[in-house]
């Protein structure tokens, strides 16, 4: 088959990219067409892969409108060139309204509700729609569901294997270290969001764990003076190297902290709105969750049970997993424990691109024994 990844943010290109090798392996021709955001383009070239550049979203609506018509325009013919027989990506609407204009089969991937239910239109136009067993919304009649999550696509154990960092971050060996997420909060789906930490909150959070350990930022918006020095120099594609090896993972990125928690590292998020994995994850013990609540460390009534608190309860907590009394051995056992519920993502998906679209009935019809050959 002539297949198309398309994907609209970094993690999509580690979330895809082993799904390519093992279906060139097989014999198929891949073709990937890319936003450039942040830094997808770079991962690509770090990983060798040749890509068709799509436009990358603008914020405002009738810009998004013109936008979307204009990345229709230019797919359909690449489409048509390429002969295309599947498409495969994360729920775009461009690439959505493309392939059922050019008659293409699409395959697409959905783990955060929110963005899924704003996206529920598009979603119905696809063939067929995976979401991780975990992801709680009704968005369609026909969901399809993977026990596994996004992130194990590209970090399960069978796909990765960690490499030592202490050189690369310039520590000694088995130094503890924390590695902090600040991002824009500009994504689409975070519109009318309240965010994460004021920048008072990041300098107390900065402050506290530096009391117990090595602190690393990764930050998406430039740092006051103070906190650039903290600023992490890696190259991009060995992050999850450095997430392996961390003590713990504090951020406002519902990815990163979920990658942490699959790299079995503790993971703080706090976002205002979860998402199922990491309501799944916090369930297990292995992430917790905070609420960025305004002006109090109050919660709202009713909120779920694993959500630990407010801004102030998500320091005090951070602070308290960075002292070294933290029961590093039951959380392990608790993430092996979790780990074995989950299959091979990359092995799972790419039996469904395969066989499609057979595919869609056999996952529909799942059990036990099936999913165990993923395993």
Same mark, same amino acid.
């Given at each position: 088959?002539?297949?198309?990844?398309?994907?609209?943010?970094?993690?999509?290109?580690?979330?895809?990219?082993?799904?390519?090798?093992?279906?060139?392996?097989?014999?198929?021709?891949?073709?990937?067409?890319?936003?450039?955001?942040?830094?997808?383009?770079?991962?690509?070239?770090?990983?060798?892969?040749?890509?068709?550049?799509?436009?990358?979203?603008?914020?405002?609506?009738?810009?998004?409108?013109?936008?979307?018509?204009?990345?229709?325009?230019?797919?359909?013919?690449?489409?048509?060139?390429?002969?295309?027989?599947?498409?495969?990506?994360?729920?775009?609407?461009?690439?959505?309204?493309?392939?059922?204009?050019?008659?293409?089969?699409?395959?697409?991937?959905?783990?955060?509700?929110?963005?899924?239910?704003?996206?529920?239109?598009?979603?119905?136009?696809?063939?067929?729609?995976?979401?991780?067993?975990?992801?709680?919304?009704?968005?369609?009649?026909?969901?399809?569901?993977?026990?596994?999550?996004?992130?194990?696509?590209?970090?399960?154990?069978?796909?990765?294997?960690?490499? !030592?960092? *202490?050189?690369?971050? +310039? $520590? /000694?060996?088995?130094?503890?270290? #924390?590695?902090?997420?600040?991002?824009?909060?500009?994504?689409?789906?975070?519109?009318?969001?309240?965010?994460?930490?004021?920048?008072?909150?990041?300098?107390?959070?900065?402050?506290?764990?530096?009391?117990?350990?090595?602190?690393?930022?990764?930050?998406?918006?430039?740092?006051?003076?103070?906190?650039?020095?903290?600023?992490?120099?890696?190259?991009?594609?060995?992050?999850?190297?450095?997430?392996?090896?961390?003590?713990?993972?504090?951020?406002?990125?519902?990815?990163?902290?979920?990658?942490?928690?699959?790299?079995?590292?503790?993971?703080?998020?706090?976002?205002?709105?979860?998402?199922?994995?990491?309501?799944?994850?916090?369930?297990?013990?292995?992430?917790?969750?905070?609420?960025?609540?305004?002006?109090?460390?109050?919660?709202?009534?009713?909120? !779920?049970? *694993?959500?630990?608190? +407010? $801004? /102030?309860?998500?320091?005090?907590? #951070?602070?308290?997993?960075?002292?070294?009394?933290?029961?590093?051995?039951?959380?392990?056992?608790?993430?092996?424990?979790?780990?074995?519920?989950?299959?091979?993502?990359?092995?799972?998906?790419?039996?469904?691109?395969?066989?499609?679209?057979?595919?869609?009935?056999?996952?529909?019809?799942?059990?036990?024994?099936?999913?165990?050959?993923?395993?």
């Amino acid at each position: 088959m002539n297949i198309l990844i398309v994907s609209a943010h970094p993690a999509q290109v580690h979330g895809f990219r082993f799904v390519r090798e093992e279906l060139l392996k097989h014999g198929h021709q891949v073709f990937w067409a890319t936003t450039d955001k942040d830094i997808a383009i770079n991962l690509l070239k770090q990983f060798g892969i040749a890509y068709f550049l799509i436009l990358k979203a603008p914020k405002n609506f009738i810009s998004r409108v013109w936008y979307m018509l204009r990345n229709i325009c230019r797919l359909i013919p690449y489409l048509r060139r390429h002969k295309i027989d599947l498409v495969v990506d994360r729920y775009e609407p461009f690439i959505t309204v493309a392939s059922w204009l050019n008659r293409t089969p699409h395959i697409c991937l959905a783990d955060t509700e929110h963005a899924a239910i704003k996206c529920k239109l598009f979603i119905q136009m696809c063939q067929a729609a995976l979401y991780p067993t975990c992801f709680y919304e009704k968005v369609t009649d026909d969901m399809l569901y993977f026990p596994g999550n996004i992130e194990l696509h590209y970090l399960h154990p069978k796909r990765f294997t960690p490499t !030592p960092v *202490w050189d690369l971050l +310039g $520590v /000694e060996p088995n130094t503890r270290f #924390a590695i902090v997420r600040f991002v824009k909060w500009d994504a689409w789906h975070d519109t009318h969001l309240i965010g994460g930490f004021s920048l008072d909150q990041k300098r107390e959070l900065i402050a506290r764990l530096q009391k117990h350990m090595r602190v690393f930022i990764s930050s998406e918006l430039e740092l006051p003076a103070d906190l650039e020095p903290y600023r992490i120099q890696i190259p991009i594609e060995r992050m999850h190297d450095v997430q392996a090896a961390a003590a713990l993972f504090v951020g406002e990125s519902a990815t990163m902290a979920s990658e942490s928690v699959c790299l079995g590292t503790p993971a703080i998020y706090i976002d205002e709105v979860g998402r199922g994995y990491t309501d799944e994850e916090a369930r297990e013990g292995l992430l917790w969750m905070f609420r960025p609540v305004p002006n109090s460390s109050a919660l709202k009534p009713g909120e !779920p049970s *694993w959500i630990s608190g +407010g $801004v /102030e309860e998500c320091i005090a907590k #951070a602070e308290e997993i960075a002292d070294a009394k933290f029961d590093v051995a039951s959380y392990a056992k608790r993430h092996q424990a979790w780990l074995s519920t989950k299959i091979d993502c990359t092995a799972f998906l790419t039996w469904f691109i395969e066989n499609y679209p057979q595919s869609v009935e056999k996952t529909k019809k799942a059990d036990k024994e099936f999913w165990e050959k993923f395993r």
